[in-house]
T-cell receptor, first 119, second 112 residues
Framework: GAVVSQHPSRVICKSGTSVKIECRSL??????MFWYRQFPKQSLMLMAT?????????EQGVEKDKFLINHASLTLSTLTVTSAHPEDSSFYIC???????????????FGEGSRLTVL | SQQGEEDPQALSIQEGENATMNCSYK?????LQWYRQNSGRGLVHLIL?????REKHSGRLRVTLDTSKKSSSLLITASRAADTASYFC????????????FGSGTRLLVRP
């Protein structure tokens, strides 16, 4: 099956620094990627929809200046947590939609997630 | 935002028993999917059921969908310790079939 890679899988940073998380589709092109956030023992909350070559669409309540999303190519989307604080500590997961899919919903693939810890 | 609730929130059963998890959602849907997540890991797609389907099977998994009640259930038969994980239902958002809205999840513990 298709593979979506996230990097880094774990990151620890000091409060006030910025952290970039990459989401790559390894063997397919993805026009659209989605970023989710998950707190411990909770569900995945959709943060934003990342569209190749255009601005991301953020869900209500998500600060676009805090969570910068860039989707510069058909295989890479990045999420940058700017001026991170301890409350930003979370598990961030991306998913990618295949460009050449037949439109079947099954062609949506998830990364392994990135755990961010802000000290 | 979350689409709905899953119940139970946590379930502990003995190996060999069946596990049933329920999911309710709020809006009309095209598809409903079930995912599994091992602790600290990504999501694994289990099964997709379309809005015009009522039941679907895949190995030891059985999924039902009742669109009139806006609910779905996932049954895992003859559970194994390796089935221990969190299970989430997910529905497509109204504006995109690929934008998934997840339920609150059920944490399943299968005791050996």
């Amino acid at each position: 099956g298709a593979v979506v890679s996230q990097h880094p899988s774990r990151v620890i940073c000091k409060s006030g620094t910025s952290v970039k998380i990459e989401c790559r589709s390894l063997d397919f092109q993805a026009t659209t990627m989605f970023w989710y956030r998950q707190f411990p023992k909770q569900s995945l909350m959709l943060m934003a929809t990342s569209n190749e070559g255009s601005k991301a669409t953020y869900e209500q309540g998500v600060e676009k200046d805090k969570f910068l999303i860039n989707h510069a190519s058909l295989t890479l989307s990045t999420l940058t947590v700017t001026s991170a604080h301890p409350e930003d500590s979370s598990f961030y997961i991306c998913s990618a939609q295949s460009l050449h899919g037949t439109g079947e919903i099954g062609e949506l693939f998830f990364g392994e997630g990135s755990r961010l810890t802000v000290l | 935002s979350q689409q709905g609730e899953e119940d139970p929130q946590a379930l502990s059963i003995q190996e060999g028993e069946n596990a049933t998890m329920n999911c309710s959602y709020k809006t009309s849907i095209n598809n409903l999917q079930w995912y599994r997540q091992n602790s600290g890991r990504g999501l694994v797609h289990l099964i997709l059921i379309r809005s015009n389907e009522r039941e679907k099977h895949s190995g030891r998994l059985r999924v039902t969908l009742d669109t009139s009640k806006k609910s779905s259930s996932l049954l895992i038969t003859a559970s194994r310790a390796a089935d221990t994980a969190s299970y989430f239902c997910a529905t497509d958002a109204e504006d995109s079939s690929y934008k998934l809205i997840f339920g609150s999840g059920t944490r399943l513990l299968v005791r050996p």
